[in-house]
């Protein structure tokens, strides 16, 4: 400590100008905050000597644009506090970045804001606050102790003039150097932008702002108003429609995958849809996406936020709509006018462990709530997973459930191989398969008395380490595959789907074809037998098999 205090004071006896104050806190955004732009440049133009100019003119514009902002903002009394703030959010997100291969933008810092503390805890491990150390509070502290020297009033304006017209004229000329290369970069790899740090991050928080100070205006338009229940001659209906968390078709059994990680679906012969393709790459977006009369390409936030969803209408149709939720994020807005339980603050001993509940507590006193809905009344259950969410993929499942060893125990998935992060991930799928036999055996018990069916579908997939990603939430635009291609999968009992009538045999052929969250409301409606000019018949895919 002693030698540390006294480099600080070293450091601190020896007085340094504004213009090089910008120039080394430049150096240090541009070279130790951007590995991952830096990395993500080098994948599409490989590091070599025929790239050399390229790359020198590229680091010399970015070293240009942050002293040249830094240089403005550096007034006196505030100008250390705004350069610390921006060494501290560039080196915290450099961290999600290069360890996660997350790209920060509008829609991750949505992500961010719907977290709630438990889904949070997951990501504090030591990796984090070593690097926070070591890329962040260490900076800042150098920073707080330098010494700036500024000069009469005049001269320091003159300096700080002349320097800031430096930065221009040189990053200008570098751009003009490598004009064609630079644009043409940009314009094939528009994604990269969102790992320019901290940019991306400042880019997104206004954004984020400019759009939610145009949402609080909004006023929620009523969709379906013509809905109406066809009528008849059989049972009440009770349709359960799981939302699965993070399940990618990858490691989905049924899909021919090499471990068979959903036996139970399996034996129960359900319809398996093995080409579907998920709405977005997070929650945030797909939740709100997959209730949506909005196609995929027509949906946007607001949209989610401005018209009435698919619970609405069925509810306008006179069917009850019970939600029931283990997603600390909550329904994301999609059951406010319905009601949700929350059932991820239940502390229940056997059900939950330090990262929340399992997914039994959504069949916890379900019996008692499907009793209360109105006798003869259709009912349509949403039951939202925790499913395999990341990245403690190991608090997912009960001990029972540990079937694939080694496991990944460890939020830090950096200090975990490959190897042991699928392991965990696939007992976290086999842990959903068993989940979703219960809701089965569930609905089965009313089948007597109900037309009874089971859909489930995944929100969106998940990275494991493939190309260097984990997680999910990237741009949709370039997501791969194992983030967007989701499972989903139909139980009916035959009785019931005479009631429905669904031709299984017709479903289980039809079930090859691609598939898309576009068709979730559709299907639904025809399903529950709701009248509207919403519903689509090509966009149900129990239309053809009736």
Same mark, same amino acid.
Not at 271 to 279: G, L, Q, S
């Given at each position: 400590?002693?030698?540390?205090?006294?480099?600080?004071?070293?450091?601190?006896?020896?007085?340094?100008?504004?213009?090089?104050?910008?120039?080394?806190?430049?150096?240090?955004?541009?070279?130790?905050?951007?590995?991952?732009?830096?990395?993500?440049?080098?994948?599409?133009?490989?590091?070599?000597?025929?790239?050399?100019?390229?790359?020198?003119?590229?680091?010399?514009?970015?070293?240009?644009?942050?002293?040249?902002?830094?240089?403005?903002?550096?007034?006196?009394?505030?100008?250390?506090?705004?350069?610390?703030?921006?060494?501290?959010?560039?080196?915290?997100?450099?961290?999600?970045?290069?360890?996660?291969?997350?790209?920060?933008?509008?829609?991750?810092?949505?992500?961010?804001?719907?977290?709630?503390?438990?889904?949070?805890?997951?990501?504090?491990?030591?990796?984090?606050?070593?690097?926070?150390?070591?890329?962040?509070?260490?900076?800042?502290?150098?920073?707080?102790?330098?010494?700036?020297?500024?000069?009469?009033?005049?001269?320091?304006?003159?300096?700080?003039?002349?320097?800031?017209?430096?930065?221009?004229?040189?990053?200008?000329?570098?751009?003009?150097?490598?004009?064609?290369?630079?644009?043409?970069?940009?314009?094939?790899?528009?994604?990269?932008?969102?790992?320019?740090?901290?940019?991306?991050?400042?880019?997104?928080?206004?954004?984020?702002?400019?759009?939610?100070?145009?949402?609080?205006?909004?006023?929620?338009? !009523?969709?379906?108003?013509?809905?109406?229940?066809? +009528?008849? @001659? #059989?049972?009440?209906?009770? $349709? =359960?429609?799981? %939302? *699965? &968390?993070?399940?990618?078709?990858?490691?989905?059994?049924?899909?021919?995958?090499?471990?068979?990680?959903?036996?139970?679906?399996?034996?129960?012969?359900?319809?398996?849809?093995?080409?579907?393709?998920?709405?977005?790459?997070?929650?945030?977006?797909?939740?709100?996406?997959?209730?949506?009369?909005?196609?995929?390409?027509?949906?946007?936030?607001?949209?989610?936020?401005?018209?009435?969803?698919?619970?609405?209408?069925?509810?306008? !149709?006179?069917?009850?709509?019970?939600?029931?939720? +283990?997603? @600390? #994020?909550?329904?994301?807005? $999609? =059951?406010?006018? %319905? *009601? &949700?339980?929350?059932?991820?603050?239940?502390?229940?001993?056997?059900?939950?462990?330090?990262?929340?509940?399992?997914?039994?507590?959504?069949?916890?006193?379900?019996?008692?709530?499907?009793?209360?809905?109105?006798?003869?009344?259709?009912?349509?259950?949403?039951?939202?997973?925790?499913?395999?969410?990341?990245?403690?993929?190991?608090?997912?499942?009960?001990?029972?459930?540990?079937?694939?060893?080694?496991?990944?125990?460890?939020?830090?998935?950096?200090?975990?191989?490959?190897?042991?992060?699928?392991?965990?991930?696939?007992?976290?799928? =086999?842990?959903?398969?068993?989940?979703?036999?219960?809701?089965?055996?569930?609905?089965?018990?009313?089948?007597?008395?109900?037309?009874?069916?089971?859909?489930?579908?995944?929100?969106?997939?998940?990275?494991?380490?493939?190309?260097?990603?984990?997680?999910?939430?990237?741009?949709?635009?370039?997501?791969?595959?194992?983030?967007?291609?989701?499972?989903?999968?139909?139980?009916?009992?035959?009785?019931?789907?005479?009631?429905?009538?669904?031709?299984?045999?017709?479903?289980?052929?039809?079930?090859?074809?691609?598939?898309?969250?576009?068709?979730?409301?559709?299907?639904?409606?025809?399903?529950?037998?709701?009248?509207?000019?919403?519903?689509?018949?090509?966009?149900?895919?129990?239309?053809?098999?009736?």
């Amino acid at each position: 400590m002693m030698k540390l205090a006294n480099m600080l004071r070293a450091f601190r006896s020896r007085p340094i100008s504004v213009p090089c104050f910008s120039s080394v806190a430049a150096a240090y955004l541009a070279v130790f905050c951007n590995r991952s732009f830096w990395a993500a440049v080098d994948g599409s133009i490989p590091f070599e000597i025929k790239n050399l100019m390229f790359y020198a003119m590229l680091a010399v514009i970015l070293l240009c644009i942050y002293a040249l902002v830094l240089n403005i903002v550096m007034v006196r009394y505030a100008g250390k506090p705004i350069a610390a703030l921006l060494i501290v959010l560039a080196g915290t997100s450099s961290y999600f970045m290069d360890a996660f291969g997350v790209h920060i933008d509008k829609s991750m810092l949505v992500n961010v804001m719907l977290t709630d503390w438990k889904e949070a805890s997951d990501f504090f491990t030591a990796p984090l606050f070593v690097h926070v150390l070591f890329f962040a509070l260490l900076p800042v502290l150098l920073i707080m102790v330098a010494k700036i020297k500024r000069q009469p009033f005049k001269k320091e304006l003159l300096r700080r003039i002349l320097f800031g017209a430096g930065c221009l004229v040189i990053g200008c000329s570098c751009f003009g150097l490598q004009y064609k290369s630079i644009t043409s970069f940009f314009r094939s790899h528009r994604e990269v932008r969102s790992l320019i740090n901290p940019v991306n991050s400042i880019s997104a928080g206004v954004s984020l702002i400019k759009s939610q100070w145009k949402d609080k205006d909004i006023v929620v338009q !009523a969709i379906g108003l013509d809905a109406r229940l066809k +009528n008849h @001659s #059989g049972k009440p209906r009770i $349709v =359960a429609l799981v %939302v *699965g &968390e993070t399940a990618r078709a990858a490691n989905w059994g049924l899909n021919g995958y090499k471990r068979q990680t959903t036996p139970v679906l399996e034996e129960l012969g359900v319809v398996n849809f093995p080409d579907v393709r998920a709405c977005g790459t997070s929650t945030a977006v797909s939740l709100p996406c997959m209730f949506s009369h909005f196609p995929r390409s027509e949906y946007t936030d607001r949209k989610g936020k401005e018209y009435e969803n698919l619970v609405d209408v069925l509810n306008r !149709a006179g069917i009850q709509v019970i939600w029931r939720d +283990n997603d @600390s #994020g909550g329904a994301k807005g $999609v =059951a406010d006018r %319905v *009601g &949700e339980e929350k059932l991820y603050d239940v502390t229940i001993e056997g059900l939950c462990n330090s990262g929340g509940c399992y997914d039994a507590i959504l069949l916890k006193d379900l019996d008692k709530k499907l009793a209360e809905a109105k006798p003869d009344k259709d009912i349509f259950l949403v039951l939202h997973q925790k499913g395999s969410h990341g990245p403690a993929y190991y608090l997912r499942y009960p001990e029972e459930f540990k079937l694939y060893a080694p496991e990944c125990l460890s939020s830090d998935l950096q200090n975990c191989s490959q190897e042991e992060i699928v392991n965990a991930y696939d007992n976290s799928i =086999a842990y959903t398969d068993y989940f979703l036999g219960q809701v089965v055996k569930t609905m089965a018990s009313y089948s007597t008395d109900y037309d009874v069916a089971m859909l489930y579908a995944s929100d969106h997939g998940e990275s494991l380490g493939e190309y260097g990603l984990y997680l999910h939430g990237l741009p949709y635009v370039i997501a791969p595959e194992e983030q967007i291609h989701v499972p989903m999968v139909v139980w009916m009992p035959e009785e019931s789907a005479r009631g429905f009538g669904v031709d299984m045999l017709r479903l289980h052929e039809s079930a090859t074809e691609r598939y898309s969250h576009d068709n979730l409301f559709h299907s639904v409606l025809g399903l529950m037998g709701v009248e509207t000019e919403l519903y689509e018949k090509n966009k149900d895919i129990f239309a053809q098999c009736r």
